[in-house]
């Protein structure tokens, strides 16, 4: 079982990054995806969710309008389209499938 993350790191304020997560060895299309991230020295916190079928998703509210989720049964892929970084959005972000399978975590780091 795997859910590989690739995507990330260093961005200038107001930039954009993509994050992705490619699922193995388990039925991605029964599982709700969510991102989650953690700064440095802060709890993880959740992100954005998405569910099974794609046709619902959720965001935090800081992210709202900013960051985009979105998947692909068919490629057992999910991304997180993030537009207009601030600062604030410096973490380590994780992808999980259900409330199972994590991804490995990449870095994004906004900085001038």
């Known amino acids: 079982v795997q859910f590989v993350q690739s995507g990330g790191g260093l961005v200038q304020p107001g930039g954009s990054l993509r994050l992705s997560c490619a699922a193995a060895?388990?039925?991605?299309?029964?599982?709700?995806v969510s991102w989650h991230r953690q700064a440095p020295g802060k709890e993880r916190e959740w992100v954005a969710s998405?569910?099974?079928?794609?046709?619902?998703?959720n965001y935090l509210s800081s992210v709202k309008g900013r960051f985009t989720i979105s998947r692909d049964n068919d490629k057992n892929t999910t991304w997180l389209q993030m537009n207009s970084l601030k600062p604030e959005d410096t973490a380590v972000y994780y992808c999980?499938?259900?409330?199972?399978?994590w991804g490995q975590g990449t870095q994004v780091t906004v900085s001038s």
């Open positions: 060895g388990f039925t991605f299309s029964n599982y709700h």
């Open positions: 998405i569910s099974s079928k794609g046709d619902a998703s």
């Open positions: 999980l499938a259900g409330s199972i399978y």
